[in-house]
């Protein structure tokens, strides 16, 4: 419950930041906020690549990596992947979607796919993360 009435920029403590987008609004980052938006606007299409990241960025494709993994600490393609697995969290959480739809939905592609990136993120599979964190009952 408390993650849906406070959110903080910055969590005090050292603790966890639970969301993704609020993590990359830190100060190394800021350079990509406008990215970072786009990117959780767009999660759904399959050709979130370097390439495109690089070109909505208005930066060569070498200089976007280099520069997108001293600022924000990851590549890009790791960046996306964190960003759909959080979207894929949520609506776990809070929706009655079917796992293949959240999938697609988050440009996971199927839920294969999705299953991968669930366990090697979090350490266990999207059904099991409903099961334990859905809001719904």
């Known amino acids: 419950m408390a993650r849906e009435l ?7 403590g050292g603790q966890s930041q639970f969301s993704e987008f609020l993590r990359s ?3 190394e ?13 767009n999660l759904g299409n399959p050709n979130l690549s370097v390439d495109t990241l690089a070109e909505q960025a208005g930066m060569s494709l070498r200089n976007f990596a280099r520069i997108y993994k001293q600022k924000s600490g990851r590549t ?3 960046a996306v992947e964190i960003f759909r697995l959080e979207a894929a969290k949520r609506l776990l959480e809070e929706s009655d979607r079917n796992i293949d739809q959240i999938a697609r939905h988050c440009g996971f592609g199927d839920e294969e796919r999705m299953r991968i990136t669930f366990h090697r993120n979090l350490g266990i599979g999207p059904r099991a993360y409903r099961e334990r964190f859905s809001y719904r009952s």
């Open 6 to 12: 406070v959110v903080f920029l910055k969590r005090p």
């Open 29 to 41: 980052s800021v350079a990509f906020d406008d990215l970072h938006a786009w990117i959780a606007d």
């Open 25 to 27: 609004q830190d100060n």
């Open 76 to 78: 890009p393609a790791k």
